[in-house]
């Protein structure tokens, strides 16, 4: 991606280690939990919101957000982004960049300060940074997970090229974007992290604010559903195993555990409704969620645009669990075959070849315990995942045609559709 934006390489390896060592240590946690307690005290509720915003847009005057300021965004972070483990990968986040754009486009004109809609643009594509420099799947045991550390991480790299109050809006999306309640976590030390304000209200204008999470959530969200999702769960749980041994994540809005003695079922092409779940319940999982009257999806009147982007995912699922069902069973386990399913699974995701390799391992070993049927059937769905990707970036490229930032979303697209 640094080549298609024409920026230089940066070499930042010995910095990124160090923010690793340092959000992992129990003064890095404390460090970050205060932090993330200044944001909520600064901006963490409508009126202090409002006024950030209102002070911003004045700004914004004279310091507008751009491509230039876009791309100088992407530069800054461009060594974290490459550090991006499978799953939550530079795949994901470029990807997160397109469906912020399009959300930010889509409410930009029926919100009350711009300020507001473009740090939802900003955080939106931002808020799985903190995955760079500590492991996604500690956020029931840190009291800083990945989002707090991403809110971090944010204000380390942006403090001197970003106005630090439209910094405080970006920073508190990233930290608040979970949708997590209350957790109960144990280190640095006990304590509770508690969840976020996140409110949206109409002002005296009939526009909305405090819009930036909830864009930064769509966009979230988008990445959860569909056909990409189902990959991304297969090579997120890999890759948690290959360097945890153990992860606790949500599923939906079910809370599960998956280690190596309970890994194997994730490729079983039939769904059982069981605890842990097979990639394509995982998937089927938050599908359902967004259509039940919960936190995930009490705010998706707001964003019609996003709905009708979230059918389309949800439509292009429906057709490949169909094509797995219906599969007889008949294509071969060849080497070839073996090798299109590496190929796009690497082409989604993007990571570092080491990183990605290594939770490739996994995939092989579960691979090779799979009936000959069960192949055929995930061969089958892994080509139907190929087109129905290829018809995703038909989609983005027909709905950032011609909107704020079209040139960079183009750029983008280009590289993403790139074979690697």
């Excluded at 995942?385 to 983005?396: A, G, K, M, N, P």
Aim: proline share 4%; hydrophobic share 35%; charged share 25%.
């Amino acid at each position: 991606m640094v080549e298609t934006l024409n920026q230089p390489q940066i070499d930042n390896s010995a910095t990124i280690l160090e923010y690793r060592h340092f959000s992992e240590s129990p003064e890095g946690q404390q460090e970050i939990i205060n932090f993330v307690d200044d944001l909520r005290k600064e901006v963490g509720d409508k009126e202090s919101w409002e006024k950030t915003c209102q002070k911003v847009d004045e700004i914004l005057l004279s310091e507008p957000v751009n491509e230039s300021m876009l791309k100088n965004v992407f530069t800054k972070f461009q060594p974290y982004i490459d550090n991006m483990p499978p799953g939550h990968d530079p795949g994901h986040l470029y990807r997160d960049f397109l469906n912020s754009v399009i959300l930010f486009n889509s409410v930009k004109d029926n919100c009350t300060y711009q300020s507001d809609a473009y740090a939802g643009l900003i955080s939106g594509f931002l808020h799985d940074i903190g995955t760079s420099i500590t492991f996604r799947y500690k956020d029931f045991e840190n009291g800083a997970g990945h989002a707090e550390v991403g809110a971090y991480l944010c204000h380390e790299v942006l403090q001197k090229s970003i106005d630090p109050s439209l910094l405080k809006l970006i920073c508190y999306s990233v930290a608040a974007h979970t949708h997590l309640d209350t957790v109960k976590y144990k280190f640095p030390k006990d304590g509770t992290r508690e969840s976020y304000w996140d409110e949206t209200w109409t002002t005296s204008d009939q526009k909305l604010c405090g819009i930036a999470l909830q864009i930064c959530r769509r966009s979230d969200r988008l990445e959860t559903n569909g056909n990409i999702s189902v990959l991304r769960g297969i090579i997120s749980r890999m890759d948690a195993v290959q360097v945890t041994g153990e992860m606790e994540d949500l599923s939906g809005d079910k809370k599960v555990k998956i280690n190596l003695d309970n890994l194997g079922p994730i490729l079983d092409p039939v769904m059982h409704n069981e605890i842990t779940p097979t990639a394509l319940e995982h998937t089927q999982r938050f599908a359902d969620s967004n259509f039940k009257a919960n936190k995930y999806s009490e705010k998706d009147y707001l964003f019609p645009k996003f709905q009708e982007f979230l059918k389309f995912k949800l439509n292009q699922f429906e057709v490949l669990k169909d094509i797995i069902a219906d599969d007889d069973g008949n294509l071969p386990d060849t080497p070839e075959n073996f090798q299109s399913i590496h190929k796009i699974n690497y082409k989604i995701s993007q990571a570092s070849p080491k990183r990605f390799e290594a939770a490739w391992t996994n995939f092989e070993t579960i691979w090779q315990k799979l009936s000959s049927k069960n192949k055929s059937k995930w061969i089958a769905g892994f080509r139907n995942i190929d087109q129905s990707y290829t018809e995703l970036f038909r989609h983005y490229r027909q709905e950032t045609a011609n909107i704020d930032f079209a040139n960079l979303t183009s750029q983008v697209i280009s590289e993403l559709e790139a074979d690697k």
